[in-house]
């Protein structure tokens, strides 16, 4: 699976970004997205993952519920993240993720993006 992710940078708190993260080349049937993400000297967490199909579900991490909105892009796998009220913690490396298993976890199957960089500046 190719995941081309796009549309990290530099914000300043309170501020908003837009992830997105395409999925192509896929050798197994996507179930389910996610995204992710790794702060220095952190563990990669689960912020936020959508269920393909009848019956898909979303679920939010509890530290970015209210704030942030993954969704289904324009493509056919492919998600957007909508992060508002950014605080200087949410600095970290993200990573989308594709699974062909419909729920997600902290430990995961499926293949990985290469990253975007998101700044949160105080």
């Known amino acids: 699976v190719q995941l081309v992710e796009s549309g990290g940078g530099l914000v300043q708190a309170g501020g908003s970004l837009r992830l997105s993260c395409a999925a192509s080349?896929?050798?197994?049937?996507?179930?389910?997205m996610g995204w992710y993400r790794q702060a220095p000297g952190g563990q990669r967490e689960l912020v936020a993952a959508?269920?393909?199909?009848?019956?898909?579900?979303?679920n939010y991490a509890d530290f970015v519920k209210g704030r942030f909105s993954i969704s289904r892009g324009h493509g056919k796998n492919t998600i957007d993240l909508q992060m508002n009220s950014l605080k200087p913690e949410d600095t970290a490396v993200y990573y989308c993720?594709?699974?062909?298993?419909?729920?997600?976890?902290?430990?995961?199957?499926?293949?990985w993006g290469q990253g975007t960089r998101v700044t949160v500046s105080s």
């Open positions: 080349r896929s050798s197994f049937s996507i179930s389910a």
């Open positions: 959508i269920t393909f199909g009848s019956g898909g579900g979303i």
């Open positions: 993720l594709a699974s062909p298993y419909p729920f997600l976890t902290n430990t995961p199957v499926g293949s």
